[in-house]
């Protein structure tokens, strides 16, 4: 059991880095899910644990995806909106 316990991933980096730079909503959750992760694994809970870092994963993918998505609209809309101003 100590082997199983150990090798559910809690995406804490990955959660810390969405939560910083990608998209704060589910930044916030997906940290909340990967230090539950840690919780339930000290507690000895595996599937808690690992049903906490099936959401953290899901979550740090969702909000990385949207905020990549929200800087190139960002970007197109500079871009675009900038170079009317020019002229």
């Given at each position: 059991m100590e082997t199983?316990?150990?090798n559910i991933p809690t995406y804490l980096g990955l959660s810390?880095?969405?939560l910083l730079c990608c998209f704060l909503p589910t930044g916030i959750a997906a940290?909340?899910?990967s230090i539950r992760v840690k919780d339930a694994m000290r507690a000895?809970?595996?599937d808690g644990a690992s049903s906490s870092s099936r959401v953290a994963?899901?979550?740090?993918i969702i909000g990385i995806v949207v905020g990549v998505i929200f800087m190139i609209i960002v970007i197109?809309?500079?871009v675009?909106?900038?170079d009317k101003k020019m002229h």
């Amino acid at each position: 059991m100590e082997t199983s316990q150990r090798n559910i991933p809690t995406y804490l980096g990955l959660s810390i880095f969405h939560l910083l730079c990608c998209f704060l909503p589910t930044g916030i959750a997906a940290l909340i899910c990967s230090i539950r992760v840690k919780d339930a694994m000290r507690a000895g809970d595996v599937d808690g644990a690992s049903s906490s870092s099936r959401v953290a994963r899901t979550l740090n993918i969702i909000g990385i995806v949207v905020g990549v998505i929200f800087m190139i609209i960002v970007i197109v809309l500079y871009v675009v909106l900038g170079d009317k101003k020019m002229h």
